[in-house]
């Protein structure tokens, strides 16, 4: 793992957390005894819940557009498209969970994407998940400033992303 920018700063690295390599997520031994890695379908089942739930920005319980309700109310861009994470932060994060823009590291060695990079801002949460179709990629779900629902993509395990844990 390392730190966005490799930040020596213990705020910086409290705040943000760590970006892994899928390669540790991988090994199951990252967290501790009584939690794990969310799987893809572990991170189905939470959006599942979620939009039955009327978590969706606008209410209504079918189509996903949840990103409103788990990203914080803090750190991200704005945004002018109705529902996005960016538009109107203080209706962010009605479920606790607190979803921040990390950003990524990608293999190369660059940084990218979090709330403070002009470019744009992005949280990315590996899954434990692999890619059966390509294995060199994992799972991953992710918030975007700009959009209204969580996003699912496969990405080279060789990118830093952050984790999120559930309990057994």
């Not at 899954?127 to 400033?145: G, H, I, K, Q, T």
Request: proline residues 2%; hydrophobic residues 35%; aromatic residues 18%.
């Amino acid at each position: 793992y390392c730190f966005y920018n490799i930040s020596t700063s213990s705020a910086e690295q409290k705040k943000w957390g760590a970006l892994y390599y899928w390669y540790v997520v991988g090994t199951n031994k990252l967290a501790p005894v009584g939690w794990h890695v969310p799987s893809d379908s572990d991170w189905t089942v939470l959006e599942t819940y979620l939009i039955d739930n009327g978590f969706n920005y606008d209410g209504t319980t079918n189509g996903n557009k949840i990103a409103k309700s788990i990203a914080a109310k803090t750190d991200w861009q704005i945004s002018n498209t109705t529902g996005a994470v960016g538009n109107y932060l203080n209706d962010n994060n009605k479920t606790g969970f607190s979803a921040l823009p990390g950003g990524f590291r990608a293999p190369g060695g660059s940084f990218g994407f979090r709330g403070d990079d002009i470019v744009a801002c992005y949280g990315y949460w590996w899954c434990v998940s692999e890619d059966v179709d390509n294995m060199s990629a994992s799972w991953n779900r992710f918030l975007y400033v700009g959009y209204s629902y969580l996003g699912r993509s496969s990405d080279l395990k060789s990118f830093g992303m952050s984790i999120r844990l559930i309990r057994n």
